[in-house]
């Protein structure tokens, strides 16, 4: 059964607090990515990681750092969490090289920095 | 900008109706479309993806519509039921590799009522 699983589902931290999302894959998948999606607009690519630590920014990478050192492990990492960056955050994963090559996505984490 | 537009913002419909959700973008260029459904609290799961310049496709209850010409698409439901009670996210991906980027709409709220 193809999974993406983000650990923790909820999450609530104070301002300033570092902040550890995790997620893994089991599909030995190349490409993960981590997204934000906030209420009315559109999920919005923060990192995108095209193997083991081969890193890349996305759309908003600003307040956030990415890991990977194992193919299955995707963390992103909110070094002195900030109000603003309360919202849901997806990690997803993909094959590369194929068309239209679908995208598997985990449950999200809700993230709540108060 | 927002280069995915969704419309309409939320609908509701009684069991049993047909709906018609609508995709605007202006994504260039556009390798493909696929459309997600989020349940509440839940990840994005794929429902088809569309990829020729005219295209069609069918899933069960679900089928959808693609033009590239007018950089339009279509997802129609029909005999809705209770479960159909979801986000429908239009998502535009301008290469056919995971070398591309995604280009997420907001999404349709459509509510199956009893």
Sequence with gaps: DMKVTQMPRYLIKRMGENVLLECGQDMSHETMYWYRQDPGLGLQLIYISYDVDSNSEGDIPKGYRVSRKKREHFSLILDSAKTNQTSVYFCASSVPGQGNTEVFFGKGTRLTVV | ?114
Aim: charged share 20%; hydrophobic share 30%; net charge neutral.
């Design chain 2, 1 to 114: 900008k927002t280069q995915v537009e969704q419309s309409p913002q939320s609908l509701v419909v009684r069991q049993g109706e047909n709906c018609v959700l609508q995709c605007n973008y202006s994504v260039t260029p556009d390798n493909h479309l696929r459309w997600f459904k989020q349940d509440t609290g839940k990840g994005l799961v794929s429902l088809t993806v569309l990829v020729d310049q005219k295209d069609k496709t069918s899933n069960g209850r679900y089928s959808a519509t693609l033009d590239k010409d007018a950089k339009h698409s279509t997802l129609h439901i029909t005999a809705t039921l209770l479960d159909d009670t979801a986000t429908y996210i239009c998502v535009v991906g301008d290469r056919g590799s995971a070398l591309g980027r995604l280009h997420f709409g907001a999404g349709t709220q459509l509510i199956v009522i009893p």
